[in-house]
Structures are given as structure tokens and as C-alpha cells.
């Protein structure tokens, strides 16, 4: 196994203080080609499949839109809604009647929704890997590795940007394949934008 490879299997706090290697010259060549790709990606629509922590799977429809904005909309029995916009990433349990909010820019997923994608700098690659036909890279903020971490997949002919797995600060692995894939359009702002359903059932304050 690569030794980049190796750091990132690593949990995000025993990198703190660490300094990864250096990529080669052809490692950087390919993290400059994915960084240009992700930025090119403005918008997104696809279907998706997730693994959890525990191992149960969920699929239904994401929308994606940078900088900032993300919905994944569950397919039902699945009682989960998870929204991005207006700095926050909320997840709703519909079943529970929970809702919890969490600062987008302390989450590895904020790297994907970045105004600009940048592998370096305020990011920090942590692994590197390129199996027959792929490449994956892991991402930390250089500045808050504790908060998790990002491993991103993508075919390599064509680079396409396929799946990724969040290690959360509680090294909790969630694991999200991309499928039906339609990059570019434009979404409704109301996707983006999460109205707690109690709102609906009390009535607005008077």
C-alpha cells in the first residue's frame, strides 16, 4: 500500500501537528487536473447511494450547488433530510422530529463546497492512491484536522468524480456513491433552504 495511501486511514487527530509528504511531481500534476475539475462542477443532480456507520443503506437524489449548497433528499422509509445553505448543513429526523445544525465550515463535506476547491493551503491532502482506473484523495483543514475527513473517488478516463466517504470528528465512516450523474443547470433556491415542519404546525408566532 502507498505509504500516502497509509496517513490516511490514520484518524484525523494523530495528523495534528504532522506534516504530510510532499506530493511527487506527477501526484501533483493529477491533484491540480482534479482540482480544476471540481471547480468546473457548479451544479449537480444525481441519485445517490449511502452506507452508514452502521452499515445500513439509503439511496434518493442530491442537488448540488457551489459555493455552499447541497440537499439530499432520502427516498422514503428513510426519515432523513440533510440540507446545506446559508452556512449550515442541518439534518432532519422526520421520525424522531429532531433537527441538528452544524457550522458548514467545520465539516470535511464544506471542502466539496467551497467557493473555490483548493488542494492545498487551507486543505491539506492526506492520502493519495491510484488503483487501476481511479484515484483518491483524502482532504483535511490544515487548520481543524479533527474535524474529519474527506476521501474523494474518481474514474480517471474520464476523471469523473464518483464517490466519497466523511470521517466525521467521531470517526464515524459514511460512505456516498454517485450514480445517473447530470452536471450543470439551475435549481430552485427553496432546495437549499430548510423550514423546520413544526413551523407548519404551530403556526407562526404572533
Known sequence: MHRRHLLALLPATLLLGAAAPAPTADEQQVLTRIQDYLNGIRTLKARFL?????GRE??????????????FQYDPPTPYLLVAGHGLLVFYDSQLQQTSNIPLGSTPLGILLADQVRLSG?????GFSHPPGLYEVTLVRTGSPQDGSL?????DDPLALRSWVVVDAQHRATRVTLYDVQRGGQFAQSLFTF????????????
Do not use: C, Y
Open 50 to 54: 449511502q452506507v452508514g456507520p452502521d
Open 58 to 71: 439509503s439511496g434518493g437524489t442530491v442537488w448540488l450547488e457551489r459555493p455552499g449548497r447541497m440537499r
Open 122 to 126: 487551507p486543505v491539506m491532502v492526506t
Open 151 to 155: 476521501t474523494l473517488f474518481f474514474t
Open 195 to 206: 423550514i423546520d415542519p413544526k413551523f407548519f404546525r404551530n403556526g407562526p408566532a404572533h
